[in-house]
């Protein structure tokens, strides 16, 4: 129905920039809400970035001020701009998107992930 794709990341040193983009494909869809989740080595996924239909964001404690999420419904690409990482900010970073596709229920979506590694 849905196709998620991560890109972007990467091997980056502490204090560095890195851009993460979802590129959505499939049928014909109405995309809801987005979200980026994380989930370093050894500890469970967990939300960093929210942003809805109507464009409101919300953002872990942790990434404040480090993270921005944004999206572009018309190229169904979403992105994570992640400045001054840290180790700490060193996983597996999934997107996941609430759609409507035609035919079928409002339904969660989820790439494959992309691996960030910040080193220091």
Known sequence: QVQLVESGGGLVQAGGSLRLSCSASGLTMVVRDINWYRQPPGNQREVVASILHNEDTDYADSVKSQFTISRDD?????????????????????????????????????????????SS
Not at 74 to 100: G, Q, R, W
């Open 74 to 118: 018309a190229k169904l690409m979403t992105y994570l701009h992640m400045n001054s990482v840290t180790p700490e900010d060193t996983a597996v970073y999934y997107c996941a998107i609430d759609a409507t596709v035609v035919g079928f229920t409002l339904q969660t979506y989820w790439g494959q992930g992309t691996q960030v590694t910040v």
